[in-house]
């Protein structure tokens, strides 16, 4: 079976660092603690009452994007907060980009176990409340994110970062004033150089080119979202309608619109020089001025450490991350965190002994992580595997890996790689294709963005005899926009069935 696998504080703490130790070890002794709320683990060692007021206003926003688009649209795996003091004690911390530290205010990066938001409290930061809610609205809106590109899921995080409320009422998409001097002082980037900016771009990396990016990509969102044209603003919807089907960026701008790219970029210019912005007010059915309720605890310095490491693996720095690790082990042998982190930093160096030997020494020590023990088994069943191949395992064997997917699943039931694995692993068994199309198809309902699910979804309906389903599962891999690896497996697929004179087997 073929599977597809797609700071002051710290300047201060240095001094006391050991020569070959990372810096966070000294941080890490400061006084940690973690404030819990209903929807956020917001991990600090500042002034409490800054963590206090992020927390509130983190569940307000909340609050009010649920009671606007349904609780489920906020649902998700836990939201972890990595709230520093200031932006110098964050920068260790942050993704590289050329080597060197990115010049970014704050991030914000997904993960199926854990969602992770990294900031300075709001007033250690001139932005304030802007930087932290522009991060979570790229959480919000997380299942466009294959969906969109760079210059919407900014534009929209941009337009949401002014969110203020007073009583039943939200507003959104008030003037930035930074962007307001950039679009002044210089001429704006002809939109099919906005359209083409990625991750990976200068214009989104690089400080000298950051400004007028992220000023028009708000400019172009907010004109489409409150501008003075009621026909785009009502066509706007369709942008994304179009990018589902597979229409590029430009493509499906154009159609979607009605209006091609050297008119809309005269539109942008006449709305930036008349300067007349009206915030979006919408009128929420409670008020979202009630107390919250809060819990805190300390955390402990190998807590910390872990938290760095992991946060340092997630931005995919793992000879930092491992140094985080290794101190934590030094620090508390008998701790199972150490042990989790480079059980997880193994598996991303797709070291599948490795990874089992130190997850399974975390088990034993106690470990309670369904992330643990997802990655045990899976670690373990790749082991099994020649390449990506994989094939029936004896029935001890297959109970051994069965018990830890299951175990991953009674404690974090929604962990949607959990589930899709489990699914696999069924169909692969062979035993019961019923289960397995329904842990797949529960993957694809807790995570529709993740396209690999439904290839492996399209293998188990065509396993059970139903190359019809399987053909309507794979039809969104072969749009031209699809990942191109999930593209080619597809179309394989399709070709074996097509090249099938009976059942398939």
């Known amino acids: 079976m073929f599977r597809v696998c797609a700071l002051a504080l710290l300047v201060a703490s240095v001094a006391f660092a050991a020569p070959g130790q990372p810096a966070g070890l000294s941080l890490a002794r400061e006084p940690w603690f973690e404030t819990r709320t209903a929807h956020f683990n917001i991990y600090s060692c500042g002034d409490w009452r800054e963590v206090y007021r992020l927390a ?25 907060v990595m709230a520093f003091p200031d932006h110098e004690t964050m920068t260790p911390f942050l993704p590289l980009y050329q080597g060197h530290p990115a010049n970014i205010a704050a991030f914000f990066t997904r993960g199926s176990d854990e969602n992770l938001i ?28 294959y969906i969109w590109p760079v210059w919407l899921q900014e534009g929209m995080a941009e337009v949401y970062s002014t969110f203020i409320t007073a009583g039943h009422e939200m507003e959104i998409a008030r003037p930035i004033d930074r962007h307001l001097q950039t679009l002044a002082s210089e001429p704006l980037m002809p939109l ?10 200068p214009q989104y990396n690089e400080a000298s080119r950051q400004g007028m990016f992220y000023a028009e990509s708000w400019l172009l969102t907010d004109y489409l979202m409150a501008g003075d044209n ?16 597979g ?30 912005y009206v915030p979006i007010v919408l009128k929420l059915p409670a008020n979202l001025s009630s107390p919250i309720a809060v819990a805190n605890r300390r955390v402990t310095p190998v807590e910390i450490l872990y938290r760095f490491g992991d946060e340092l693996l997630r ?46 020494k975390a088990l034993q020590l ?140």
């Open 56 to 80: 509130g206003q983190l569940e307000q926003f909340q609050r009010a994007y649920a009671m606007l688009a349904g609780k489920a649209a906020t649902a998700s795996p836990p939201i972890i």
């Open 118 to 145: 990294v900031l300075p409290l709001a007033n250690a930061d001139p932005r304030g409340m802007e930087v932290i809610f522009h991060e979570y609205t790229h959480l919000l809106f997380r299942h466009n994110q």
């Open 192 to 201: 099919h150089e906005l359209f083409a900016v990625g991750h990976d771009s």
């Open 230 to 245: 009621r026909v785009l603003k009502s066509r706007f919807g369709r942008y994304t309608e179009l990018l589902e089907q």
């Open 247 to 276: 229409e590029n960026a430009e493509q499906a701008f154009t159609n979607a619109l009605g209006v091609s790219l050297p008119a809309m970029e005269r539109e942008l210019r006449r709305y930036a020089d008349a300067g007349n």
């Open 315 to 360: 931005v995919n720095r793992p000879d930092a991350a491992q140094a985080y690790f290794e101190q934590a082990q030094k620090l508390a042998p008998a701790s199972p965190l150490p042990y989790e982190g480079l059980g997880l930093l193994a598996s991303q160096r797709n070291d599948s002994s490795e990874a089992i030997a130190d997850l399974q």
């Open 366 to 505: 106690g470990s309670a992580s369904f992330l643990a023990d997802y990655e045990f088994a899976q670690e373990k069943y790749r082991q099994t595997a020649n390449g990506d191949r994989y094939h029936r395992l004896p029935d001890d064997q297959a109970a051994e890996i069965r018990d830890d997917l299951n175990k991953s699943i009674a404690l974090m039931p929604d962990f949607a790689p959990a589930h899709e694995l489990l699914g696999f692993f069924e169909m692969v068994q062979g035993g019961d294709l019923a289960s397995a199309e329904q842990q797949l198809n529960y993957a694809i309902q807790l995570e529709p963005e993740d396209p690999s699910y439904l290839y492996s979804l399209a293998e188990a309906q065509l396993q059970d005899h139903d190359p019809d389903a399987a053909r309507r599962t794979l039809a969104p891999l072969l749009l031209p926009n699809a990942d191109a690896k999930l593209h080619s497996a597809a179309l394989d697929l399709i070709q074996q069935m097509n090249g099938l004179n009976g059942p398939a087997q």
